[in-house]
């Protein structure tokens, strides 16, 4: 099959969708991979390396686009990509269609066959492609905070550990799920003292042992976390009910009885935020000051560090790549589950519920499709 991976050009997107080692597995398989000019710069690798690994280097989008029967990217498609996607091409990236009509409505224009990284659904339940990115955003979590919580920058000038001598940062967790648990692992790892808050008691069982008694975990409701909050120096909102906004967890009204310089670092604000106060910041201009709380609300973090990125997101879709490579995407979603889960749109029909149900447009059912 011919890969196309074109330079992503959505505003502050620096991740690229493979890397040359995915390049060269891809190869061995016998397929052909093109790479845009200049598109893993911002990942660290160059031209070179794709080349090395068995690439093709094209000049522009335009050409990828043509060239090849699946594109592979990082990003949904924006608008001024939506003309170059063409009838049958295999579009394999994030789309969060759910969100945005007008990708939506695109997409059933161009006939295309789109697969989408966000559904792609395990015999767990897990969404084995959003994973990697809310490791890297929990983790990153934790970093922000404890720089925000530097006096420069805005916040109380407490040093997360502490010192001897010197008590440490509280670190208030709320949501102890992928991101949350990474959080809590930078924050302990700095000697900072922290606590997770769950609504799930099975959850907080698997913490407690995880964390060998060196986390506080509570279930969570809405008493705990006032009476947290307003010991905490840093608090990090992790919560996600699946397909629902984020339920807002700290009142605008309890921002008043926060410490003066607290952080708060909102990694839901994708999902619409889970403080009152909170609303969509990027990394050109992070936060913003309410009532001396620092509100850290970035809704792309990855995208700061694409290099981990960028590993972190290929080294999860590359499986996933190489079989609908190798076997098309019809037999690919016919004998693999999480890849039939993953299709979204087949030549203009919606197959996803979900998606269809947001918009009131038509469902048709996969299995006649494939
Ligand atoms: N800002 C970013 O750049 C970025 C990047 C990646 C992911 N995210 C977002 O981060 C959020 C969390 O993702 P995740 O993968 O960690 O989710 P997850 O499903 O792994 O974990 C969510 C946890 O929240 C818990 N929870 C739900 N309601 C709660 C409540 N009221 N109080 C306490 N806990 C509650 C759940 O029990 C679960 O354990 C999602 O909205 C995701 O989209 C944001």
Redesign the pocket.
């Known amino acids: 099959m011919k890969i196309g991976v074109p330079k992503e050009i959505k505003n502050n997107e620096f991740r690229v969708a493979i890397t040359p080692n995915g390049v060269k597995e891809i190869v061995s398989h016998g397929h052909k991979v093109f790479i845009e000019e200049n598109a893993g710069l911002n990942s660290s690798f160059n031209d070179e390396d794709y080349i090395s690994a068995g690439a093709d280097i094209l000049e522009n989008n335009l050409s990828i686009y043509n060239e090849s029967e699946l594109i592979l990217k990082v990003k949904e498609p924006i608008e001024e990509e939506y003309s170059l996607i063409k009838e049958n091409q295999i579009v394999f990236t994030y789309f969060h269609f759910a969100s945005h009509k007008p990708l939506l409505d695109a997409m059933i224009k161009s006939n295309s066959v789109c697969i989408a990284y966000e559904t792609v659904e395990d015999n767990n339940g897990s969404l084995p492609l ?2 990697p ?2 490791e890297v ?2 983790r990153m979590a934790t970093q922000e905070g404890a720089k925000y919580l530097e006096k420069p920058m805005g916040g109380r000038g407490i040093l997360l550990g502490g010192v001897s001598g010197v008590e440490p940062a509280n670190v208030l967790i ?7 648990t990474e959080a809590a692992r930078m924050a302990v790892g700095l000697q900072a003292n922290v606590t997770i ?4 008691q099975n ?1 907080l069982n698997e913490l407690n042992d995880l964390f060998e008694g060196k986390v506080t975990c509570k279930l ?1 409701n809405k008493e705990i976390i006032e009476k947290e909050a307003i010991n905490s120096d840093l608090i990090i909102g ?5 397909g629902a906004k ?2 807002k ?1 700290i009142s605008k009204k309890l921002l008043k009885s926060l410490k003066n310089g607290c952080v708060m670092v909102d ?5 619409g935020g889970c403080f009152e106060t909170s609303s969509p910041t990027t990394h050109q201009n992070p936060i913003f000051i309410i009532d001396n709380v620092v509100h850290y609300c ?5 995208g700061a560090v694409p290099y981990t990125s960028t590993y972190a997101l290929t080294n999860k879709t590359l499986p996933y790549l190489i079989e609908i490579a190798n076997k098309g995407w019809k037999k690919a979603s016919k004998e693999n589950k999480e890849i039939k889960t993953g299709v979204n749109v087949i030549n203009g029909k919606v197959v996803n519920e979900n998606v269809s149900k947001a918009f009131g447009v038509e469902y048709h059912n996969i299995n006649s499709l494939i």
């Open positions: 959003l994973v990115m809310s955003a929990g709320i949501g102890g799920g992928i991101s949350g808050l769950d609504t799930s959850r969570s992790a919560v996600l009910i699946a984020a339920p967890l990694i839901a604000i994708d999902q970035v809704a792309n973090m990855p």
